[in-house]
């Protein structure tokens, strides 16, 4: 039997369900209406019927409450609910009972405690009590607004009630039953559904475990068997797939090892001669060697500089080239974070004295100390710094340095007032020798890898990078470090 087929019993089953349910549930609204429509229809006969009582009663109360019992019969006839009526003094005393008329008793007594509060309204009450007895009051007042009487009906609908519920028990059972049935035979035809099913989720959960040899193969002519022909085959292709995967991933690793390898040790390898040069040339600027002219000696200045910027760039690629080389290997120590911001600050202070602009250290508490690699925070912070003082023109770069909840992050940000990140850009700027705009690159210098580092050392301690920029107004930086290496960096950075 098809999946289809099945599935239709089933919905079958669901709507004869569906259709009982509905049955009880429009069968508990008509009881309550009924309910509601009886309580109503008893409470305007009440009302109707008043005035003619009073009348009898008014007419006949010095001659025989037998002959008021004979006027108010009818009343008592035509309604299949009312037991008898009362008739109640404003003080509670019961002028006349119509039980009691009938049997000719003719004594006055005090009404029902329970009874009184209602007798003293001068609006009328309807009270349903314990015994399916509906109690009504209605007052009468005269012409001269004076509460004279109340008349009080007593109507039984025990056995309306009573019928009310044992349709209603029925229906219960009626729908219980049909509960139990539809769950019986859906569970007799689902159980070789779940069945194949199961066979397929545990095959699935192996095979995301690692398990390529898990067997998806179920002998069935049904969709479930053709799902299972689609799965086997899928997880053949995802085996070969996999296994030719890893054999590139090994090999892209072996590359990337031997790449970085190679780049460090040309960047050393070209970091020593030039070290060298750039000390021959300071001492041929300072006239310690040889007696140079003057335009020799403004030619060399321009040359040193050009060395010295060529040396930090192959400081830029050495530095991140033994990042990703050493990421397990990285020296972890307590790091004061406020005493490396102070000495990035002053190394950078200088420049930032010539450009005209102003940088402040923010520092909330001098006590952050946070485990991490201090060579690579270092080197995050003055990037940070050397890229707002090289992008901002006029203001001033701000440091800003907090201790988290619990002193279990930091928070430092990096704020300019430049020329800012176009938004579009935003999402580049880590990538690897990337720059916002290529003028850039002959106006700032930079090869692009300082956000790269930065980036690079972010994740190294398990923090968080942010940034919010806008043209022509700056940029602001903001990161989240963990204080111990066993936590991360989860809390919201986003205000």
């Given amino acids: 039997m098809s999946i289809r087929t099945k599935i239709s019993i089933i919905y079958s089953l669901l709507l004869a369900l569906l259709i009982a349910l509905s049955g009880g549930i429009y069968l508990h609204y008509f009881i309550r209406n009924s309910k509601d429509k009886i309580l109503q229809n008893i409470n305007n006969y009440a009302q109707i019927a008043t005035p003619s009582i009073i009348h ?36 509670g005393q019961v002028l006349f009972n119509s039980n009691d008329a009938r049997m000719g008793v003719y004594q006055h007594r005090e009404v029902d405690k329970r009874y009184f509060p209602y007798i003293k309204k001068l609006h009328s009450e309807t009270v349903l009590d314990e015994n399916y007895i509906i109690h009504v009051f209605i007052p009468f007042i005269d012409e001269f607004g004076s509460h004279i ?67 998806f193969n179920i002998h069935s002519g049904d969709e479930i068997g053709e799902l299972a022909q689609v799965f086997e085959q899928m997880r053949k ?55 140079p002219s003057d335009e020799v000696i403004g030619a060399l200045k321009i040359v040193e500089k050009n060395l010295h910027e060529l040396s930090l760039k192959i400081d830029s690629i050495l530095q991140l080239t033994k990042l990703q080389m050493y990421r397990n290997q990285i020296e972890i120590s307590k790091i004061d974070l406020a005493k490396i911001i102070q ?26 100390i946070i485990e991490g690699d201090k060579i690579g925070l270092k080197s995050m912070i003055c990037n940070l710094i050397d890229n707002a003082v090289k ?29 800012g990140i176009p938004q579009d850009k935003l999402k580049k700027i880590y990538e690897r020798f990337y720059q916002v705009e290529s003028s850039n690159i002959r106006r700032y210098g930079g090869i692009g890898l300082g956000l790269s580092i930065v980036k690079e050392v972010v994740e190294l301690h398990n923090g968080i990078i942010k940034v919010k920029s806008s043209e022509g107004k700056g940029t602001l930086f903001r990161i989240l470090l963990p204080t111990r290496r066993d936590e991360d960096g989860k809390e919201n950075t986003s205000n």
């Fill in 56 to 91: 009898s009663y008014e007419f006949y109360k010095n001659t025989s409450f037998l002959q008021i019992y004979r006027e108010i019969y009818p009343i008592l006839e035509n309604n299949p609910y009312l037991n008898y009526i009362e008739i109640i003094s404003a003080d």
């Fill in 237 to 291: 292709t995802i085996k070969s797939n996999i296994t030719t995967l890893q054999d590139t991933v090994r090999k892209q690793q072996e590359l990337d090892r031997l790449k970085n390898e190679f780049i460090a040790n040309i960047s050393h390898e070209l970091k020593t001669p030039l070290t060298a040069a750039i000390g021959y040339i300071s001492l041929i600027n300072r006239r310690k060697i040889g007696q």
């Fill in 149 to 215: 009487y109340t008349v009080h009906y007593v109507n039984s609908v025990k056995s309306t009630f009573e019928h009310f519920r044992e349709t209603t028990m029925g229906i219960i059972i009626v729908t219980i039953l049909t509960i139990l049935l539809s769950v019986l035979i859906s569970t007799f035809v689902a159980k070789g559904i779940t069945a194949k099913i199961n066979h397929l989720k545990y095959a699935a959960i192996n095979f995301e475990k690692g398990n390529l040899d898990a067997n």
């Fill in 343 to 368: 000495k990035c600050i002053e190394a950078y202070r200088p420049v930032a004295n010539m450009k005209g602009i102003e940088i402040v250290a923010d520092i909330e508490d001098n006590n952050s």
């Fill in 391 to 419: 992008f901002t023109e006029r203001g001033r770069v701000r440091v800003h340095l907090k201790i988290g909840e619990n002193k279990k992050y930091v928070v430092i940000e990096v704020e300019d007032t430049g020329i």
